[in-house]
């Protein structure tokens, strides 16, 4: 089945391309990372709280993640106002801060962002002693030498899974998962959050921090695209169902459909931190601060102001399928020719932009996110 | 002018995109590549030298740079090597490796090939405790922070100087030019080579090491594509002075077109290294080894085997154009028309395998590097 290796899928939804957006021009660009930009700024507190709790004054480089980067321009300000401050409170320390994502990722995109060869503002210019790189290893895999992370940060990839564990048999996420099947996401999504948790404690120095944002299931159990109004993924599930019922695709290719992710609730992000047996517990890892909260879609937004329900369809279903075509295109029979499957897919859309135009309301991708941070013991080894 | 920063000349000679050359078979592949991985093997020996050299038993990461990486595929072999060397000599010891080249360097092939996404055998998943990075800073900045650096290595990257001097009258590439021209080309290179290695200094541990290779004159004043036979400098010179009398371009146009390059004597070379009062040797860096050495032109050397003029003239422009097209594209007025900029390049390629074809004897692409390896006095600051 299809996994989170193989595609640009995880870094979609942080935001399309900035080179496609750029070219489309900038009312589009605002709009299309807006959402993604909000859920990072708004964590800019937390970092610059970790940051002040940090004891900085060390000879060794400062050394700072960003995990699942995509092209780096949705963290560029958060990224930037954590590292002046770092520069500010410890002014000899050389500073690394290292983008990290798969290796299929436009890594190029990001250096032309972070060293100001796009439009974007970047810090990257005006904090000396700076270093930028790159990584493209999984975060399921140690990214940096032990002992040497100060500040491990991440924004909205961890919910993809290292491998879906069955097929869903009538969803094609596990939010509509029952049963021994969402127990099953729920499974692989422990031990992906485990072992990602048990990396970055070798990783982290004591005294370093996590700062992590994470799709999440909040405590009223709302989650990305479902919120109250219309569900996101039942409507997905529902058009790619009506699409056997047409005989457009078969049986089989509604059930090889699954998004390789799983949407951990707040008790499963904060487990391995409060189990005195856990490994991640043992390491000296605890919970500062952990909190849900709601960003709201800015194309449902934008349509409360201009009420026009042919251009909120427009604009909203084309940011929907930018990170969501690889898992539909993934579920289709390989031996269909590729423009077959295109069309399907086409199809697809165009069937969920009618179904908005026709009747908008409740439509809208709200984003959920846990917000977590945790901090390794300064004892700890 | 055109200089460095404005694309990616300075990986096109060191090997064609190795996803573009796979495209083609595996045979072109070989071939295209022969050279420029000749030249990086036959280091190898200067490498595990220098390796040999160090003290390795620190706990710090082992921090080595592939400066102008290009697309990383050239260099595997002999990168691997000499890690493999250091990981047997600590092995305890964290590996880091920094590959490096401008923001627009295709750094997603970089990975994929040293991650092993591609058919090139790679080192990266058999050394433990490594930690692959990419930095898309210039080498006339510091891409490491101050002391973390144990060993340096650049192939056939620093010939590129930051910004061309003046035009050259008769010529498109400094070999050719003469007397104040010659001599502000020369001052370029100097001025550009005392910087990256002033940058070096800073970054190296005591104890650490330069391995650099680069183009250059040698002690018979031979160069790149001028060992004996057809001078290429010269062919290029004279085909496109033959496209201003045909009225094809203009002589602005001629006259704008330079190479963005300085080939450095072995006196050059060495300078810095050399002189009491120079901020190089007072950072304690001393030469160790410097040769000059020539690596065979792979289609000249197809060419005495299967002698068919067609062959070898197709075979051979391709590879010349790869890495040279930029700099004529560059001296185009750019208020052609792209198709007709397009058309006189064809034109210009087309006239050059022409001349192959005819008279083959001579015509080639032997590679003059010279080697040299330096080290930080293990007393130094």
């Given at each position: 089945?299809?996994g989170?290796?193989?595609?640009?899928?995880?870094?979609?939804?942080?935001?399309?391309?900035?080179?496609?957006?750029?070219?489309?021009?900038?009312?589009?660009?605002?709009?299309?990372?807006t959402?993604?930009r909000?859920?990072?700024?708004?964590?800019?507190?937390?970092?610059?709280?970790?940051?002040?709790?940090?004891?900085?004054?060390?000879?060794?480089?400062?050394t700072?993640?960003?995990?699942?980067c995509?092209?780096?321009?949705?963290?560029?300000?958060?990224?930037?106002?954590?590292?002046?401050?770092?520069?500010?409170?410890a002014?000899?320390?050389?500073?690394?801060?290292?983008?990290?994502?798969?290796?299929?990722?436009?890594?190029?995109?990001?250096?032309?962002?972070?060293?100001?060869?796009?439009e974007?503002?970047?810090?990257?210019?005006?904090?000396?002693?700076?270093?930028?790189?790159?990584?493209?290893?999984?975060?399921?895999?140690?990214?940096?030498p032990?002992?040497?992370?100060?500040?491990g940060?991440?924004?909205?990839?961890?919910?993809?899974?290292?491998?879906?564990?069955?097929?869903?048999?009538?969803?094609?996420?596990?939010?509509?998962?029952?049963?021994a099947?969402?127990?099953?996401?729920?499974e692989?999504?422990?031990?992906?959050?485990?072992?990602?948790?048990?990396?970055?404690?070798?990783?982290?120095?004591?005294?370093?921090?996590?700062?992590?944002?994470?799709?999440?299931?909040?405590?009223?159990?709302?989650?990305l695209?479902?919120?109250?109004?219309?569900?996101m993924?039942?409507?997905?599930?529902?058009?790619?169902?009506?699409?056997?019922?047409?005989?457009?695709?078969?049986?089989?290719?509604?059930?090889?459909?699954?998004?390789?992710?799983?949407?951990?609730?707040?008790?499963?992000?904060?487990?391995?931190?409060?189990?005195?047996a856990?490994?991640?517990?043992?390491?000296?890892?605890?919970?500062?601060?952990?909190?849900?909260?709601?960003?709201?879609?800015?194309?449902?937004?934008?349509?409360?102001?201009?009420?026009?329900?042919?251009?909120?369809?427009?604009?909203?279903?084309?940011?929907l399928?930018?990170?969501?075509?690889?898992?539909?295109?993934?579920?289709?029979?390989?031996?269909?020719?590729?423009?077959?499957?295109?069309?399907?897919?086409?199809?697809?859309?165009d069937?969920?932009?009618?179904l908005?135009?026709?009747?908008?309301?409740?439509?809208?991708?709200?984003?959920?996110?846990c917000?977590?941070?945790?901090?390794?013991?300064?004892?700890?080894?």
């Amino acid at each position: 089945m299809a996994g989170p290796e193989d595609g640009n899928a995880a870094m979609s939804l942080k935001s399309e391309t900035l080179r496609d957006i750029a070219m489309k021009g900038g009312g589009y660009y605002s709009q299309a990372t807006t959402g993604a930009r909000d859920v990072i700024d708004g964590a800019v507190e937390l970092l610059l709280g970790a940051v002040a709790r940090m004891d900085l004054r060390r000879a060794r480089p400062f050394t700072m993640t960003d995990m699942g980067c995509a092209d780096g321009g949705t963290s560029i300000t958060a990224v930037g106002r954590t590292l002046r401050r770092v520069r500010a409170l410890a002014p000899e320390r050389p500073i690394q801060v290292i983008y990290t994502d798969l290796p299929r990722n436009d890594f190029s995109q990001v250096f032309q962002t972070v060293h100001g060869l796009t439009e974007i503002p970047t810090y990257a210019n005006d904090i000396d002693n700076l270093y930028v790189f790159a990584s493209a290893t999984s975060f399921h895999r140690p990214i940096v030498p032990p002992a040497t992370l100060d500040l491990g940060f991440s924004a909205t990839a961890s919910h993809y899974i290292s491998e879906t564990p069955c097929r869903i048999a009538n969803h094609v996420h596990m939010v509509g998962a029952e049963g021994a099947t969402r127990a099953a996401y729920a499974e692989q999504g422990r031990r992906d959050w485990q072992s990602m948790l048990e990396i970055r404690a070798r990783e982290l120095v004591p005294g370093g921090r996590l700062v992590l944002l994470n799709f999440g299931i909040d405590e009223q159990g709302r989650h990305l695209g479902s919120t109250g109004g219309v569900k996101m993924f039942d409507t997905f599930a529902r058009l790619w169902r009506e699409l056997t019922e047409a005989d457009t695709i078969g049986e089989e290719e509604f059930l090889n459909t699954n998004f390789p992710q799983h949407y951990r609730t707040v008790a499963e992000f904060t487990a391995p931190f409060e189990d005195p047996a856990n490994p991640v517990y043992r390491a000296g890892l605890r919970i500062e601060h952990v909190e849900t909260r709601i960003v709201p879609c800015p194309y449902a937004s934008a349509f409360a102001e201009h009420g026009d329900a042919a251009r909120f369809a427009r604009e909203y279903i084309p940011t929907l399928r930018s990170w969501s075509e690889t898992c539909f295109a993934a579920g289709l029979d390989p031996s269909r020719p590729l423009e077959e499957r295109a069309a399907i897919l086409d199809h697809f859309y165009d069937s969920y932009e009618a179904l908005v135009r026709a009747a908008p309301e409740g439509h809208g991708m709200d984003y959920v996110h846990c917000y977590l941070v945790a901090a390794k013991s300064a004892a700890a080894a």
